[in-house]
């Protein structure tokens, strides 16, 4: 285009020619489409497509199954959109049985590595070695009308991003979590990532972020995991702790999944939270674990056997940064208010600083031997605390006796309060 332009403008002025030159470049600039389906279609595999597509390139997928892993690296495809060209994501299913990848066996369904402002709509993920739907080192991302199930450890991951969305997504039957953001680097000006409108059921852990920090979790069901919403502080990861989230208006109840039983569909990825000693608790809504200046309010938590939420610190992280500090809890709904109740509404371990409860209703808190509930459970603001990892002696040990001692680890069972939930339309509870 741009030789038949400045043929036409032999002898014209410079300014002409300029105009030419900008709109040919124009021209050149427009964002491509690329169509993916099974017969057809020039490209039959989304990684063709996406090898194929340059930056805010919109890759359109037919309904199919696509038996591969699609890998998707650099910033020269900065602004890719993958979208499912139908709006039931079950059409188009990226299916990691069978499906290989660079020395060996698939491990993601989809993996943004570097890759700023990525989209990834319409679609299902099942069946991969690690994740779904995982991005990491990036600017930005939405993650939009997703199901991933029973990947090996997560189904939407972002890992070292800034900023980003996962929102009207489904994950079950996940090795560790539904919905993941960890590692998030920090921040002078913090740019917030959101999960929002999503769904995650027996999965291990509905949400898990491991040093995630800036991050919004609302207006979400998390139901009949092992346990409900966890953001944690890893030594494992970098950037600890987990940092100023909030966790609020989401329905979070009947988190009762026992996969340690025998014949389990799901099995944790790992044989707990990061030492061969400990194992993931279950029966709780929200876990608090090593966290610092989060929030949880306006939620309806309920019918969780053990507890509803739960705060405690990690006195075996030699940095004393997973640190139980500063975590608010207050204005939500909890078990006697939604006549379904908890094991125990509240455990906390009376570690760190500042942790505190207000405006909860009604509640149970699980206060044990010596302890003293105005100490362990003080209202906002406050300053109780042992200021370290370790926490009250008594409260500590209920906790040691629910992670460590009980084995196997089935045996949590014992500590919990069991009994019929009032119905739910169209969801039934599920203990494994």
């Known amino acids: 285009m741009i030789r038949r332009c400045l043929r036409r403008l032999a002898g014209a ?12 470049i124009g021209a050149q600039a427009k964002p491509q489409t690329l169509t993916v389906c099974k017969h057809g279609c020039r490209y039959t595999t989304i990684q063709k497509a996406v090898n194929a597509s ?17 890998i998707i690296s650099g910033h020269k495809h900065d602004g890719l959109h993958i979208i499912g ?27 943004g590595d570097g890759v700023n402002n990525l989209v990834l709509e319409n679609m299902k993920s099942e069946h ?48 560790d979590s539904a919905f993941y953001i960890g590692g998030t680097p920090f921040q002078k000006h913090p740019v917030w990532s959101t999960v929002d409108h999503d769904t ?21 069901q998390f139901y009949n995991n092992g346990a409900g919403v ?39 990825v790992s044989s707990g939270v990061g030492t061969d000693a400990a194992n993931y608790p279950i029966g709780v809504g929200v876990v608090l674990f090593g966290t610092t200046n989060w929030t949880v309010k306006h939620n309806s938590i309920f019918g969780n056997f053990l507890w509803g939420v739960a705060s ?44 505190c409860f207000q405006d909860n209703g009604t509640v149970t808190m699980d206060v044990e031997g010596s302890a003293s509930a105005s100490d362990i459970y003080p209202t906002c603001p406050t300053t109780n605390g042992t200021g370290t990892t370790v926490g009250n002696s008594d409260q500590l040990n209920k906790l040691i006796a629910v992670v460590v001692t009980a084995k196997p680890p089935t045996k949590q069972e014992n500590f919990w309060h069991v009994h019929t939930h009032p119905a739910r339309p169209g969801i039934k509870p599920y203990e494994g």
């Not at 340059?54 to 699609?70: C, D, F, L, Q, R």
């Not at 690690?130 to 199901?147: I, Q, T």
């Not at 199930?149 to 994950?171: D, H, I, N, P």
């Not at 944690?232 to 340690?260: C, H, M």
């Open 200 to 220: 995650g059921y027996e999965n291990v852990l509905g949400y898990s972020g491991t040093n995630s920090k800036y991050v919004t979790i609302r207006n979400s």
């Open 312 to 355: 405690f610190s990690d006195p075996t992280n030699t940095t004393g940064k997973a640190l139980n500090t500063g975590n608010h809890i207050e204005n939500n709904k909890m078990g006697t208010a939604l006549h379904d109740t908890n094991g125990f509404d509240f455990y906390n371990d009376g570690s760190g600083k500042g942790t």
């Open 230 to 268: 966890v953001p944690n502080t890893l030594v494992s990861e970098p950037d600890q702790p987990a940092d100023t989230g909030i966790i609020r208006d989401n329905l979070i109840f009947w988190n009762n999944f026992d996969y340690y039983r025998p014949g389990s569909p799901v099995r944790t």
């Open 13 to 24: 002025g410079a300014i002409a020619v300029t105009a030419c030159l900008v709109l040919a």
């Open 128 to 175: 991969f070695a690690a994740n779904g739907f995982y991005v990491n080192h990036c600017k930005g991302y939405l993650m939009k009308n997703l199901v991933a199930a029973f990947e090996r450890s997560y189904g939407l991951f972002a890992f070292r991003c800034v900023g980003g969305r996962m929102t009207q997504s489904v994950g079950y039957g996940n090795g």
């Open 85 to 111: 060209a139908t709006k039931n994501p079950a059409k188009v299913l990226i299916e990691g049985k069978n499906a290989k990848g660079p020395g060996g066996a698939a491990q993601n369904g989809i993996e």
């Open 54 to 70: 340059g930056k805010n390139a919109t890759i359109s997928v037919k309904p199919g199954k696509y038996v591969e892993t699609v």
